[in-house]
């Protein structure tokens, strides 16, 4: 098999972003009663953006880029860049279609899982990063998971993944993770994510 020509963690960083699926309806203010009422409102969040830092392993390398991320409804827009060694990646995409950008090279796919399994040889949950970066798990996969005092979960098991919440802030109506500490099970791959900054529905820039 040909070897990939983007590096692991490059394609471990941006391929884990690829699959976003989104609500069509409008936000609701965010509940505060029980963990069914506050899932319920965290999945009807469509449009956001978020602004951070995601410290990456992969086996013996290690990197820590930048992200931007922005979701309108079904479309999304993900902008890595900084210590990458391959640079400034984009991604950018809807239903049925993907696209990557690195390097000045441009791959496009249906499926996200076709662009993993073409620069990485095996598959990763990507279907779950939607979800996860909210604090929710996947409603269609089994997992896990533990609630702190005021209905967030703090800790979730889901696709072979562990993650901890460990910093909660309120962005306008939605209480949403600053910090999220995610590591493979069985192998020796982690992402954190750090100071995670939210803006939401009206409050982006046109």
Known sequence: MTKPNVSPIAALI???????????????????????QREAALRSLDHWQLQGRVNARYYDEAHTPRI????????????????LNAGRTLIEGGPGQVSLEQAGEIRTANRPEELILQQLGYELPVSQLNYWIRGLPNPDEAHRLQLGEFDQVIRLEQAGWTLEYTDYRLFGDYTLPRRIDMKRNDEPISLTFIGLNWTLGDSLAQ
């Open 68 to 83: 931007r991320w922005q979701q309108t409804q079904q479309h999304y827009s993900i902008l890595l860049w900084g210590t």
């Open 14 to 36: 941006a391929l884990m972003f690829l699959l976003l699926q989104a609500c069509t309806s409008a936000p609701p203010p965010i509940a505060t009663g029980t963990w069914a």
